[in-house]
């Protein structure tokens, strides 16, 4: 197993270890992730602690997640690889994989775990990863 594949699978169990869940995956996302935030930026710790968090949040993990898995079809959010860490670039704040709102790579993370979870929460999930997604704003 590679370095690439290894750090996506710890992201993976990271989150559904840590949180488990999205809880109400109802389409009203107008309120239910509002605690979330912004939540705690993993910046500092990349470079000093180099710890499992530090590394989930990477272009890597988000690209593993977001193409060739469950949000495909009219659920795709990139056509390859390449153009998925060209979207990735845009995404400034890494915040932590434990952000269900907010304008974080993290974010985006947390919701496409859930997505790749199964073809029920990938309906509801796989738009949350975009860059210009309506929760991960």
Known sequence: MNKQMRTGL????MVFSVIG?????SDDHDGDHAAGGMGGSTAGAS??????AAAAVSCSTYCSLAVGKM???????YPDAAACQTGCAMITTP??????????????IYHLTVANSSATMAM???????VMSDVCK
């Open 10 to 13: 710890i992201a993976v169990w």
């Open 21 to 25: 869940g999205c809880g109400d995956d």
């Open 47 to 52: 470079a000093g602690t180099g710890g499992a």
């Open 71 to 77: 949000c495909t079809g009219a659920l795709q959010i």
């Open 95 to 108: 915040g932590s994989v434990t952000d269900t709102a907010g304008n974080t790579l993290g974010c985006r």
């Open 124 to 130: 509801t999930h796989c738009p949350h990863g975009k």
